[in-house]
């Protein structure tokens, strides 16, 4: 893991230098993504999932993830589209972070919901390129690069960003008290 | 160190821990039997155990403390705070010693000592001295005896070790030089005067020029401790008698001595009296006093016979001799209570316990299969089964619990310390203290506690005159309070002091530069401000504690923890600290409640009855129940769940912090014991639901913070209330 939280804070340009790096592709909304395997835990059928109620729609509830509870983010959700629809590929990407929280560090194991992976694969670190200033139609910062490959862009996600704990948890705080039933957002 | 001293040492620190509980308690009943015997069995077994693994320096200080006790026992001398006060310090200087003992040095330090003998100083001068016999000057630890009334007469007073040696006869032969062990004896001190014993040569013809025949007795000064005088023979250990007996034993000793060795006793009386070990007038009186026991033989108990035998075998000092009967009796329930602990690896224990979570969740999924199946003995050959393992989770899950009550007790004697320093009178009220948690947090936590609590008894409540002032008690009061909020226990320090100053907290942090100048912030912003380092409003800084000051270090082995602290205050009510820790290894007996598809656990000990909702009940907030008005909240409403509402409806009655409320579910699943699983920090804002944990099916449940329900419920239709006051 140490080998992980090296190499993510390594500026971009220190990465591209390396090695081509090992991605995995998953189509969402008919669009194409990409992570770092290395963030990546294991990939699971969807499955029974429990929801959580008072909760920004993008956390689509909690998963038993063979004995521990994981949070599961919806990512078309989190990119500010409707949710994923329940379909026959449906799957959840259990992915591991270390992120700096208020609290110190942590350790987290979360699932996103995609409509499907595709495949695992290498894109040369020539072939990424950073990301646009606009235009697309996710946050800049959600993404870490753009990957050419086969002559089409991936968008390479910075799942620290899409994932980060601190910010997830304040809009569900804000979800929380915007709410007419509820209280101590403060 | 080896085990035998690791058990002693933990064991002291219990006795000890018990001790001072107990020396508490006598603060405030003085002379009740009981706590004055416990303290003395305290003491003792210390000082037993001390024995046992030979650590001098505390069987030293422990006996003359023993003294004090012993005599507070019979009534002697009566308890006021001063003497608590120094049997407190006593008390921790034990500990102080376990300390060294622990860290392998072979004797306190010198201020350590140093302290030890004013301890004891303090003691003898005080409450030990007019006692008849004893001297009254403050002994060294490492020789002090000189207030033990011996059974053979009074103390000998000398400075000086008497070692009486005899070599045996083969150790020329074995190539050892008597005189190189004389010789080295020097190092260690010096040899006040010493006779030669020849009594045991023969006559010319019969003498082995190869043989050794010779005998000392030895009057040594020396500073050093009875065992490494023992050391310097120990080449020839099993070649010779030796006897040692430390400065000041008693005249029995002597005398038990004189009997145990092989000349006639009136010749080696009179060798003594020449080296000096004795005078001729104390010799008298300890050879009358050994015929007058030895006449009245029926009524010897601790009389020289078993003297005899321990000075011999050289297991314990002499002092120890008249407590031997006591000692044994103490040891052989040592060893029972030895057989009833054992102490074990925390991995394996975790391994244990992850392992039976597995084993439960997986009984749980055949329980459902075998209900499924409709076979009545399937079904009950099951329900057997995951009875017992429940009860195996249940015991395996014990065994790391512990109950806060331990750690909260140690702030008695700090409250009482501080309050006292600080001329200010406070209670401690403790609540909770059976709250369970798990035993590495319970090690962890003491330290911020003793931080907070210090902080509130300095800072937090008033002086007495102050307190009049605001037309409060004059005593001052400080709660600590536990609690398991499900997922989480929950401590709270709590004083009804002055409360924080918020405009000062929020001008000293202007100030610093923590806030930008002119920014508003919500109270608890500004109190949460005092938990930023190196923070504080103190004017002056106390020794004891600056408000602020490490109150960084505090919320950070919080969350080592992976705990939170939070700070409420109210001017001139006081200060609460909520500290929030995970236990993620709880468990509760949780009651499963369905709504929707998802299930929910309510805390059991929250629930009062349950029963079906009244279908007129209709679509206000609130039922009679029983003639009573009982507000409730569905928790499809409340949690938005999608989906078909049941024809009949169920209603939890809830009871929490004194207020009774309904929860209305679609179903009742029953009774259900779960390992809590908390949330994570993503859903740390959350309110209403405090955790989870996976069914038998495999699927993760809810548990509700019924609390924090009935809050949200009961702020619903008042929104505007909330925001002001958040």
């Known amino acids: 893991m140490g080998q992980i939280v090296a190499r993510d804070n390594k500026p971009l340009a220190a990465a591209a230098a390396e090695a081509p790096q090992q991605y995995l592709t998953f189509?969402?909304?008919?669009?194409?993504?990409?992570?770092?395997?290395?963030?990546?835990?294991?990939?699971?059928?969807?499955?029974?999932?429990?929801?959580?109620?008072?909760?920004?729609?993008?956390?689509?509830?909690?998963?038993?993830?063979?004995?521990?509870?994981?949070?599961?983010?919806?990512?078309?959700?989190?990119?500010?589209?409707?949710?994923?629809?329940?379909?026959?590929?449906?799957?959840?990407?259990?992915?591991?972070?270390?992120?700096?929280?208020?609290?110190?560090?942590?350790?987290?194991?979360?699932?996103?919901?995609?409509?499907?992976?595709?495949?695992?694969?290498?894109?040369?670190?020539?072939?990424?390129?950073?990301?646009?200033?606009?235009?697309?139609?996710?946050?800049?910062?959600?993404?870490?690069?753009?990957?050419?490959?086969?002559?089409?862009?991936?968008?390479?996600?910075?799942?620290?960003?899409?994932?980060?704990?601190?910010?997830?948890?304040?809009?569900?705080?804000?979800?929380?008290?915007?709410?007419?039933?509820?209280?101590?957002?403060? | 160190m080896d085990e035998i001293t690791t058990v002693f040492v933990t064991e002291s620190r219990e006795q000890l821990a018990a001790m001072e509980a107990a020396l508490l308690e006598l603060e405030n009943s003085p002379g009740d039997s009981d706590t004055l015997n416990a303290i003395f069995r305290s003491a003792h077994t210390i000082k037993g155990g001390a024995g046992v693994v030979e650590?001098?320096?505390?069987?030293?200080?422990?006996?003359?403390?023993?003294?004090?006790?012993?005599?507070?026992?019979?009534?002697?001398?009566?308890?006021?705070?001063?003497?608590?006060?120094?049997?407190?310090?006593?008390?921790?200087?034990?500990?102080?010693?376990?300390?060294?003992l622990e860290s392998g040095m072979p004797a306190p330090a010198a201020d350590l000592q140093a302290d030890g003998n004013a301890l004891l100083d303090r003691l003898q001068r005080g409450w030990l001295s007019g006692e008849g016999k004893q001297s009254d000057d403050s002994t060294p630890?490492?020789?002090?005896?000189?207030?033990?009334?011996?059974?053979?007469?009074?103390?000998?007073?000398?400075?000086?070790?008497?070692?009486?040696?005899?070599f045996g006869q083969d150790v020329l032969r074995q190539g050892m030089d008597p005189l190189s062990f004389l010789r080295y004896l020097t190092s260690l001190g010096t040899i006040v005067r010493l006779e030669t014993l020849a009594d045991a040569m023969p006559a010319a013809d019969d003498m082995d020029p190869e043989a050794c025949y010779l005998g000392f007795e030895?009057?040594?000064?020396?500073?050093?401790?009875?065992?490494?005088?023992?050391?310097?023979?120990?080449?020839?250990?099993?070649?010779?008698?030796?006897?040692?007996?430390?400065?000041?034993?008693?005249?029995?000793?002597?005398?038990?001595?004189?009997?145990?060795?092989?000349?006639?006793?009136?010749?080696?009386?009179?060798?003594?009296?020449?080296v000096g070990a004795l005078t001729q007038a104390e010799l008298d009186v300890g050879l009358a006093a050994?015929?007058?026991?030895?006449?009245?033989?029926?009524?010897?108990?601790?009389?020289?016979?078993?003297?005899?035998?321990?000075?011999?075998?050289?297991?314990?000092?002499?002092?120890?001799?008249?407590?031997?009967?006591?000692?044994?009796?103490?040891?052989?329930?040592?060893?029972?209570?030895?057989?009833?602990?054992?102490?074990?690896?925390?991995?394996?224990?975790?391994?244990?316990?992850?392992?039976?979570?597995?084993?439960?969740?997986?009984?749980?999924?055949?329980?459902?299969?075998?209900?499924?199946?409709?076979l009545a003995e399937l079904?009950?050959?099951?329900?057997?089964?995951?009875?017992?393992?429940?009860?195996?989770?249940?015991?395996?899950?014990?065994?790391?619990?512990?109950?806060?009550?331990?750690?909260?007790?140690?702030?008695?004697?700090?409250?009482?310390?501080?309050?006292?320093?600080?001329?200010?009178?406070?209670?401690?009220?403790?609540?909770?203290?059976?709250t369970e948690l798990d035993k590495s947090v319970v090690e962890k936590i003491g330290d911020p506690l003793m931080?907070?609590?210090?902080?509130?008894?300095?800072?937090?409540?008033?002086?007495?005159?102050?307190?009049?002032?605001?037309?409060?008690?004059?005593?001052?009061?400080?709660?600590?309070?536990?609690?398991?909020?499900?997922?989480?226990?929950?401590?709270?320090?709590?004083?009804d002091g002055g409360g924080l100053n918020r405009e000062k907290i929020a001008r000293?942090?202007?100030?610093?530069?923590?806030?930008?100048?002119?920014?508003?912030?919500?109270?608890?912003?500004?109190?949460?401000?005092?938990?930023?380092?190196?923070?504080?409003?103190?004017?002056?800084?106390?020794?004891?504690?600056?408000?602020?000051?490490?109150?960084?270090?505090?919320?950070?082995?919080?969350?080592?923890?992976?705990?939170r602290v939070e700070v409420d205050s109210q001017p001139g009510e006081g200060t609460r600290f909520t500290i929030r820790l995970p236990l993620t290894l709880a468990i509760i007996d949780g009651f499963l409640v369905g709504a929707g598809s998802a299930g929910y656990v309510v805390p059991l000990d929250m629930v009062v009855e349950c029963l079906e909702l009244p279908p007129q009940a209709g679509d206000s907030h609130y039922l009679n129940l029983r003639g009573e008005v009982l507000p409730f909240i569905r928790l499809r409403d409340l949690f938005e769940i999608r989906g078909e509402q049941p024809v009949r409806e169920n209603v939890v009655v809830v009871k929490a912090a004194g207020q009774k409320a309904g929860i209305v579910v679609d179903e009742l699943l029953g009774e259900f014991q779960t390992v809590i699983k908390p949330l994570g920090h993503l859903f740390r804002n959350l309110r209403g639901i405090g955790g989870s944990t996976i069914l038998g099916s495999g699927e993760v449940a809810l548990i509700l913070d019924v609390q924090a329900l009935i809050h949200l419920a009961a702020h619903r239709d008042e929104p505007n209330a909330i925001l002001n006051r958040s």
């Open chain 2, 141 to 166: 630890p490492a020789t002090s005896d000189g207030t033990v009334e011996s059974s053979g007469g009074g103390v000998v007073e000398t400075d000086c070790w008497h070692i009486s040696l005899r």
């Open chain 2, 218 to 274: 030895i009057h040594f000064a020396s500073s050093a401790d009875k065992a490494a005088i023992e050391r310097v023979f120990d080449f020839v250990r099993d070649e010779c008698t030796l006897h040692i007996l430390p400065p000041r034993s008693r005249l029995a000793d002597y005398v038990a001595l004189i009997k145990a060795l092989p000349e006639d006793p009136m010749r080696l009386g009179e060798i003594l009296v020449r």
């Open chain 1, 27 to 186: 189509t969402l909304n008919a669009e194409i993504f990409a992570i770092g395997i290395l963030h990546i835990k294991e990939i699971i059928e969807y499955g029974s999932l429990t929801e959580i109620p008072m909760m920004p729609a993008f956390i689509r509830g909690v998963i038993n993830l063979r004995g521990a509870v994981v949070p599961v983010i919806d990512l078309s959700a989190r990119f500010g589209g409707r949710q994923t629809e329940i379909a026959r590929r449906t799957c959840i990407v259990i992915v591991e972070l270390v992120q700096t929280v208020e609290d110190g560090e942590l350790r987290q194991d979360i699932g996103i919901m995609v409509d499907s992976v595709n495949e695992v694969l290498e894109i040369p670190a020539t072939d990424v390129e950073p990301p646009p200033a606009f235009g697309s139609r996710i946050r800049t910062d959600f993404i870490r690069a753009m990957g050419k490959v086969e002559g089409r862009f991936v968008i390479i996600l910075d799942l620290d960003r899409v994932l980060s704990v601190e910010e997830m948890a304040q809009l569900g705080a804000t979800a929380d008290a915007s709410a007419p039933a509820t209280d101590n957002a403060g």
């Open chain 2, 379 to 434: 079904t009950e050959a099951t329900s057997v089964m995951s009875r017992l393992v429940e009860s195996i989770r249940d015991s395996a899950l014990q065994l790391r619990m512990v109950q806060i009550g331990e750690t909260f007790n140690r702030f008695n004697r700090v409250v009482r310390d501080v309050s006292k320093e600080l001329g200010k009178d406070i209670e401690l009220v403790v609540s909770g203290a059976e």
């Open chain 2, 508 to 563: 000293k942090a202007m100030e610093r530069g923590l806030v930008p100048a002119g920014h508003t912030l919500s109270d608890q912003e500004v109190y949460n401000l005092i938990f930023e380092p190196g923070f504080s409003t103190a004017d002056k800084v106390s020794n004891l504690s600056g408000r602020g000051v490490g109150m960084d270090v505090v919320k950070r082995n919080i969350q080592s923890l992976r705990g």
């Open chain 2, 451 to 495: 931080h907070l609590v210090r902080n509130a008894i300095d800072h937090g409540i008033e002086p007495a005159e102050a307190r009049a002032a605001a037309g409060k008690p004059e005593r001052g009061r400080l709660s600590l309070n536990a609690c398991h909020d499900s997922g989480s226990i929950v401590i709270e320090v709590a004083d």
């Open chain 2, 55 to 100: 650590c001098d320096f505390i069987v030293a200080f422990t006996h003359v403390v023993e003294n004090a006790l012993d005599k507070l026992r019979n009534g002697e001398i009566a308890v006021d705070g001063d003497l608590v006060a120094v049997l407190l310090a006593c008390s921790d200087h034990i500990n102080a010693l376990l300390d060294v």
């Open chain 2, 290 to 374: 050994q015929q007058a026991t030895e006449a009245a033989a029926t009524e010897e108990t601790a009389a020289p016979p078993l003297g005899e035998i321990l000075v011999e075998q050289q297991v314990v000092q002499p002092e120890l001799v008249e407590a031997a009967v006591v000692k044994q009796k103490q040891v052989g329930e040592k060893k029972a209570a030895e057989a009833r602990l054992i102490r074990i690896q925390a991995d394996k224990l975790d391994a244990l316990i992850d392992l039976v979570g597995e084993l439960v969740i997986a009984g749980a999924g055949v329980n459902l299969l075998a209900a499924r199946s409709g």
